[in-house]
């Protein structure tokens, strides 16, 4: 094997080739990297520089829209303000849910002032006769275009009260709430009370499921009612301010008050056909049965549109009556018309389950229970049908689920008071009724059943008492009384005539002054 010649000299040569190569290389290869560098960062600097223009056109045109809004609330505030009632007296302040006064170049001059007579004019245009509500749009379109141009032309001073008035109620079926307070204001200024806009209100956020609220403007609506003159007109509007109460209150599940308003109600027959109709359906609710059948015979012929609602009441007085074929027939045909209907379903298992067409009844109950769960009566009529086919202990749920529903369901306590009387516990019979008595006074039900409990714990002075109000409350009640075996054995014929009112003209206990009932009731 051959050996290397340790006096060779190495070959220095390739290696400075070699390490030439690789500096170039580098510093091609740093070259390149500046290169890409200088780039990016150009890149970087030209975006940064944009922004940076971008934002100050943007502060620059914010600043030429500052100074033109400024111009034109100077040019607003400059205009003459609304009349009022009296002198001194300033215009209340814009609602916070009003849009800012719009843009004006410079050189715009005001809005040109807008006299009575053409907003009363769009006014026709905009707004007509509603349906369910007093009030409609007509126009949709137009009603818009009179709101902007109210608020935006500034000089008013030329509109009357009642033209005031119309424009709240605008407002307020456009949505525009707090626009529709000031104009309301406004017309209070110039002393025209704004009662069409408060029973429009009252009834607008009632029907929206918001008897709180509601119950400002029904009150608003009876407060001016009240100190209006007597006459047919005003009778008219104090009675339709009662009957809004009334309905308020049902809706917030307060019968006591609901009867406490029904009871002063003055001139029921003065209502119009339609709000004689929704008269009819309070007396339902309260089983008001006199004054719903006093209300169908003055009622008459109704226009056809309220027909139906009509023939609704007058089934339910039927069905109240007995008159059984009669109340089916019309009630099949209404709930074929009105499948949804809750009330129609439930007086219709009520009319079944009376005529003894038990199947049909409890199908008919069990519907409307399921449609509509958060009301008590079809709950009340399921446990009432129990009842009737012998199967009181059936009935406990069904008068559970009532009271859910509606605690102060004064039917469903009286009922709970029934069954235990049947068992025989006297002290759980007057609990149940004690709870009826107190989420709804005056009902005869439940004074002649408190009477009947007394009596099964021979307490005379507490039946006599209670049996008392009972009669007085409905005379019916004293031949119930002659058959009831427990009340023979206290009170004779003779004692039992003399719970009859003195004379025609004494006054039941729930027809006291409403100031007086409402205390009561509290």
Not at 51 to 72: D, G, M, P, V, Y
Not at 132 to 151: I, S, W, Y
Not at 238 to 267: C, F, H, N, P, S
Request: hydrophobic letters at 45%; proline letters at 7%; charged letters at 20%.
């Amino acid at each position: 094997m051959p050996k290397p010649d340790p006096t060779a000299k190495p070959n220095t040569s390739d290696a400075v080739e070699r390490l030439y190569v690789f500096w170039l290389a580098g510093t091609l290869l740093l070259f390149v990297i500046l290169i890409v560098t200088i780039f990016f960062m150009r890149g970087a600097l030209h975006r940064q520089t944009m922004t940076i223009n971008q934002q100050t056109e943007a502060i620059s045109a914010l600043a030429t829209r500052l100074a033109k809004l400024e111009h034109a609330l100077a040019d607003k505030a400059s205009l003459p303000q609304a009349r009022t009632a009296a002198p001194g007296a300033t215009p209340p302040p814009k609602p916070s849910n009003d849009p800012q006064p719009s843009q004006r170049p410079e050189t715009t001059t005001a809005a040109p002032r807008l006299d009575r007579e053409t907003v009363d004019t769009l006014l026709n245009k905009a707004l007509k006769s509603g349906d369910v509500l007093p009030f409609a749009l007509a126009d949709f379109a137009a009603a818009t275009a009179l709101l902007e141009q109210v608020r935006d032309a500034g000089a008013t001073a030329d509109l009357s009260g009642p033209t005031w008035e119309r424009l709240a109620i605008v407002a307020q079926l456009l949505n525009k709430s707090a626009t529709a307070e000031g104009w309301a204001e406004q017309a209070r200024l110039l002393n025209h009370s704004p009662r069409h806009y408060y029973e429009l209100s009252a009834r607008t956020l009632l029907a929206q499921g918001q008897p709180e609220s509601a119950l400002r403007f029904a009150q608003m609506l009876f407060d001016s009612a009240s100190s209006a003159p007597p006459t047919d007109a005003g009778a008219r509007t104090l009675a339709t301010a009662q009957l809004l109460l009334a309905e308020v209150y049902l809706a917030r599940d307060r019968l006591d008050k609901a009867a406490a308003v029904i009871d002063g109600m003055a001139a029921p027959a003065a209502l119009f056909p339609a709000d004689q109709l929704r008269f009819g359906q309070i007396c339902v609710a309260l089983e008001r049965w006199n004054d719903l059948e006093q209300t169908l015979a003055a009622l008459g012929s109704p226009p056809p549109e309220l027909i139906m609602s009509r023939d609704f009441l007058r089934a339910v007085w039927l069905t109240h009556a007995g008159q059984l074929a009669e109340a089916v027939a019309i009630l099949d045909y209404l709930a074929e018309e009105c499948p949804e209907d809750y009330d129609v379903q439930t007086w219709r298992g009520v009319a079944l389950l009376k005529a003894q067409q038990f199947a049909a009844a409890q199908q008919t109950l069990d519907r409307a229970a399921q449609q509509t769960p958060a009301r008590p009566e079809a709950w009340y009529w399921r446990a009432m049908l129990e009842i009737k086919t012998g199967r009181p202990a059936g009935a406990v749920d069904f008068l559970s689920n009532a009271l859910a529903a509606s605690a102060r369901y004064a039917p469903a306590w009286e009922a709970l008071g029934t069954l235990a009387l049947n068992r025989g516990d006297v002290d759980a019979a007057l609990e149940s009724l004690q709870n009826a008595e107190k989420h709804m006074p005056g009902r005869a039900p439940t004074q002649f059943l408190i009477a009947v409990a007394h009596a099964k714990a021979s307490r005379r002075d507490e039946a006599a008492q209670a049996l008392r109000l009972a009669i007085q409350l409905d005379e019916a009640y004293l031949e119930t009384a002659r058959q009831t075996p427990v009340l023979q054995r206290l009170f004779d014929a003779r004692t039992l005539d003399d719970f009859l009112p003195t004379a025609p003209t004494t006054q039941p206990v729930q027809d006291q002054p409403k100031e007086a009932a409402t205390e009561k009731r509290q």
